[in-house]
C-alpha cells in the first residue's frame, strides 16, 4: 500500500490535471460549437439564396462536412471529461461507492481503447490521403482540413479517458479524500 502522503500527492496532482483538461475540452468543444453554427449558417443562406435569387452556395456539401466532422471530433473529449456519454446506470445504482468507481474505471479504460483504435486508424488514413494528395470533390480542399479536427479531438480524448480511468482507478482503490466537500470532485 502506498502511504498516505504519497495517494494525497497523486490525488492532487490528478484533480490539477482533470481540472486543467476540463478547461481545456470546454475550449475545444466551443470551437466545436462554433463549426456548428458555421454549418447551419451556410446551410441557411444556402436555402435562402435559392429560393430568393436562384443561386446556390458552391461547395456547400464540403463546407458542411467540414464543419461538421469539426464540431463531432472536437465536442466529444468534453463528453469523456464530464462522463456524458450515454450509459445505462439502473445496472449500477445499487453499487457501493467504490465498486461503482471501478465500474467507471473500466468503462473509462474501454472508451480510451475505443478512442485509441479510432486515432490509429485514422492516422494511418489522413497520411495515406495526404501523400495521395486528396481533396474534396468540389471545392478541392485538401484532406488535411478534414482530418485535423478529427485527429486532434480523438488524441484529445483518448488522453481525457485515460485520465478518467486513472481518476475513478484511484476512487476505486483508496475511496473518497472529499467527503466532507460533496461538491468537489470525485477524488
Known amino acids: ?20 483538461a476540463e478547461d481545456l475540452t470546454r475550449l475545444t468543444a466551443w470551437l466545436g460549437l462554433l463549426l456548428l453554427v458555421c454549418a447551419v449558417l451556410v446551410t441557411v443562406t444556402d436555402i435562402l439564396a435559392r429560393r430568393s435569387v436562384n443561386v446556390s452556395i458552391y461547395g456547400l ?51 480510451s481503447v475505443l478512442m485509441l483504435a479510432i486515432t490509429s486508424f485514422s492516422w ?3 497520411m495515406q490521403q495526404i501523400e495521395n494528395g486528396d481533396v474534396s470533390q468540389t471545392l478541392g480542399l485538401p484532406f488535411i482540413w478534414y482530418w485535423a479536427p478529427l485527429l486532434v479531438g480523438a488524441l484529445l480524448s483518448l488522453a481525457t479517458s ?16 472529499s467527503a466532507d466537500h460533496p461538491q468537489a470532485a470525485p477524488l
Open 124 to 126: 494511418t488514413r489522413a
Open 162 to 177: 485515460l485520465l478518467q480511468t486513472v481518476r475513478f482507478l484511484l476512487l476505486a482503490l483508496f475511496g473518497n479524500a
Open 61 to 111: 456539401v464540403d463546407l458542411t462536412q467540414l464543419f461538421v466532422m469539426g464540431f463531432v471530433f472536437l465536442s466529444i473529449p468534453y463528453g469523456f471529461m464530464l462522463g456524458s456519454h450515454v450509459s445505462v446506470e439502473f445496472a449500477t445504482d445499487a453499487l457501493p461507492p467504490r465498486a461503482l468507481a471501478g465500474v467507471k474505471s473500466l468503462a473509462a479504460l474501454l472508451g
Open 1 to 20: 500500500m502506498l502511504p498516505d502522503n504519497s495517494v494525497q500527492g497523486l490525488r492532487q496532482a490528478v484533480e490539477r490535471l482533470c481540472a486543467w
